[in-house]
C-alpha cells in the first residue's frame, strides 16, 4: 500500500508514472490504523523499488492512509524472509529469490522519479477511476438512444434457453447487480429478446443477449464510423500513447424516455428492460461514436482519435 506522495518516498525509485485502474479491497485496519470506507483509490503500474542494495518490481495499492507513506506488509516479509539486525536496525534479504532474480529485473534501467506534483494532481482525479461513479445512473442528455422502429412491424419475441448451474448462477448476480444500480427494471413490454452465455478464454461466462428481431425491425443510425486503417495511418509517427479504455462505456448513456420497452429481455427469473444503453443493439455504435465525437471535439486529430470495437 502506499500514498499518493508515498510513490516517490526516498527508497521507491520508479521507472514509470503510477497508473490509476480500479481496485477492490475489503480491509478496515492497517496495524492499529483505521482506513476509510474506501481505502483503495487506484493500483500502481509494476514499480522498481530500491532499498539498499535489493531491487524488485512490485505492483501497489494507492490507499487513503495517512499514517504511512509506504507498506510493504505481512505477506511481502514473508515472502523475502528478512533478517533484521536489530543492533543496527538493518534489514538483510537472504532468499535465493532476491539473488537471482530482483536485480536482475532493474538491469540496464536507468531510473526516474515521479513528479509528486503530478501525482497530487492525478489524486485529485482518482474518483473518476472509483466503482461508484461506473455503477451510477447516467443522465438523461441529448445524446440518448433513440429505437425507432420500422412502422407497422410484426413484433417478434424470442424464447429462454436452456442454462446449466454456472450460467444461472451467473444469471442471477448479473440480475441482481443491475437492477441495484438502476440499469434494468422489471418489464411488462409485449418485446423479449433471448439471453445466452458464451464463454470467454479463461472459461468465464459472457452474458448476451439476441437482438436480431429487435435490430431487423429497427430504423438505423447511419452516425459514420471510423476506418481502422486510416486511424492507423494517422498514428504511425506517434512514438508515445496513452490508451483509456472505458469500462461499460454504453452503459453511460440512456435511452430516450419511452423507448426503455423496446430493450425487454426474458430470464429464468423474470422479465426485463434496460434503462441505460445495452451492447448489441445496432444503433449502439453510432449513438456513442457521436456522444464521443463531440466530447472530444476540438481534440480530435490532434492528440486524440477515438476507436470502438463493440457493435
Not at 84 to 107: E, Q
Not at 146 to 152: E, K, Q, Y
Not at 159 to 181: M, P
Not at 245 to 272: C, I, M, P, S
Request: charged share 20%; net charge neutral.
Amino acid at each position: 500500500y502506499c500514498q499518493f506522495h508515498g510513490l516517490g518516498f526516498c527508497h521507491a525509485v520508479v521507472h514509470s508514472p503510477a497508473a490509476v485502474v480500479t481496485a477492490g479491497f475489503g480491509g478496515k485496519r492497517l496495524n492499529r490504523w483505521p482506513l476509510h470506507s474506501d481505502p483503495v483509490v487506484a493500483v500502481t503500474r509494476p514499480l522498481h523499488v530500491h532499498i539498499g542494495p535489493h531491487v524488485e518490481e512490485a505492483v501497489f495499492y494507492v490507499a487513503t492512509v495517512s499514517h504511512f507513506p509506504v507498506v510493504l506488509g505481512v505477506e511481502w516479509l514473508r515472502a523475502h524472509d528478512l533478517q533484521i539486525i536489530w543492533s543496527s536496525g538493518a534489514v538483510r534479504f537472504p532468499g535465493k529469490k532476491c539473488a537471482t532474480h530482483h536485480l536482475r529485473v532493474c538491469a540496464g534501467n536507468v531510473a526516474t522519479y515521479v513528479d509528486l506534483d503530478l501525482l497530487a494532481e492525478l489524486g485529485d482525479y482518482a474518483n473518476v477511476f472509483g466503482e461508484k461513479e461506473v455503477d451510477q445512473l447516467p443522465p438523461h442528455r441529448s445524446y440518448d438512444c433513440l429505437v425507432d422502429l420500422v412502422p407497422d412491424v410484426k413484433l417478434l419475441v424470442g424464447q429462454i434457453y436452456s442454462l446449466s448451474e454456472l450460467g444461472l448462477a451467473t444469471l442471477r448476480d448479473f440480475i441482481d447487480k443491475t437492477l441495484r444500480k438502476g440499469f434494468i427494471r422489471p418489464s411488462t413490454s409485449p418485446l423479449a429478446a433471448s439471453v445466452l452465455f458464451m464463454k470467454k478464454k479463461l472459461g468465464e461466462l459472457r452474458l448476451c443477449y439476441d437482438y436480431q428481431k429487435l435490430n431487423a425491425i429497427t430504423i438505423h443510425n447511419r452516425y459514420p464510423l471510423p476506418l481502422i486503417p486510416e486511424l492507423i495511418e494517422r498514428l504511425r509517427q506517434v512514438n508515445i500513447f496513452t490508451k483509456l479504455d472505458l469500462r461499460g462505456a454504453y452503459n453511460l448513456v440512456q435511452f430516450r424516455a419511452g423507448d426503455e420497452w423496446k430493450t425487454a429481455f426474458q430470464t429464468h427469473y423474470g422479465h426485463f428492460e434496460y434503462t441505460v444503453m445495452p451492447f448489441a443493439l445496432i444503433n449502439a455504435s453510432g449513438v456513442f461514436m457521436h456522444f464521443m465525437h463531440d466530447v472530444f471535439r476540438d481534440l480530435l486529430d490532434k492528440f486524440v482519435v477515438i476507436y470502438s470495437s463493440s457493435p
